[in-house]
């Protein structure tokens, strides 16, 4: 199993930045990419970008062009890193683990962000 834990979220007026972290512990060695997904109230989650191990990176096209998702080597360390933040960018968010097949093998807690207008 995987354990994921996340922090760095809280409340940041629009237009400013936020940095999130997540570490992976466990049987970190089955992590082929991580990924962070986003939650707000009455929605679905939503999966918003995504690392792989050798360091593609993908994001949503909602959050292109202002959020980065980057990694150490091993992808046990990953970090969101959130500027031009928007009231709807509100939402709990969550880091997740994948093994090869894209198969989630951990998830971690969420953290909330709350940007004001």
């Known amino acids: 199993q995987v354990r994921l834990v996340e922090s760095g979220g809280g409340l940041v007026q629009a237009g400013g930045s936020l940095r999130l972290s997540c570490s992976a512990y466990?049987?970190?060695?089955?992590?082929?990419?991580m990924a962070w997904y986003r939650q707000a109230p009455g929605k679905q989650r939503d999966l918003i970008a995504r690392?792989?191990?050798?360091?593609?990176?993908n994001y949503a096209d909602s959050v292109k062009g202002r959020f980065t998702i980057s990694g150490d080597n091993a992808i046990d360390e990953v970090y969101l890193q959130m500027t031009s933040l928007k009231p709807e960018d509100t939402a709990v968010y969550y880091c997740?683990?994948?093994?090869?097949?894209?198969?989630?093998?951990?998830w971690g807690q969420g953290t909330q962000v709350i940007v004001s207008s």
């Open positions: 997740n683990a994948q093994e090869v097949g894209d198969y989630t093998i951990g």
């Open positions: 466990g049987h970190i060695f089955r992590i082929n990419a």
């Open positions: 690392i792989t191990r050798d360091g593609t990176a």
